[in-house]
């Protein structure tokens, strides 16, 4: 069965580097396009990044600049470098796959098929 694991999650202070891991299997890695969204206390979850199978990447704006997501297709796993972390980027942190999109990447949560559990990522100020 398709299992994604997160990892690296943590209690940091503002300015402070993560890095996370979102490590999979069951599935044909290096063929889908793969996502990082977060989720804090009372709000939606929201689209952070993603990268295509080909390594296109997309941010939202909040994090441009600070985050960079890339992967391994040999390890099968998706990264999630944060730098300059911010209390607003508090929240859990979730890796998806997108087993549909081909030539552009969603920012929407329906699009992505498969989920981890979640990391949280706390930032103290």
């Known amino acids: 069965q398709v299992q994604l694991v997160e990892s690296g999650g943590g209690l940091v202070q503002a300015g402070s580097s993560l890095r996370l891991s979102c490590a999979t299997s069951?599935?044909?890695?290096?063929?889908?396009?793969m996502g990082w969204f977060r989720q804090a206390p009372g709000k939606e979850r929201e689209f952070v990044s993603a990268i295509s199978k080909w390594g296109s990447t997309k941010y939202t704006d909040s994090v441009k600049g600070r985050f960079t997501i890339s992967r391994d297709n040999a390890k099968k796993t998706v990264y999630l470098q944060m730098n300059s972390l911010k209390p607003e980027d508090t929240a859990v942190y979730y890796c998806?796959?997108?087993?549909?999109?081909?030539?552009?990447?969603?920012?929407?949560?329906?699009?992505?098929?498969?989920w981890g559990q979640g990391t949280q990522v706390t930032v103290s100020s």
């Open positions: 998806a796959a997108d087993v549909f999109s081909q030539a552009t990447l969603s920012v929407a949560v329906s699009s992505y098929n498969y």
């Open positions: 069951g599935l044909t890695f290096s063929a889908y396009a």
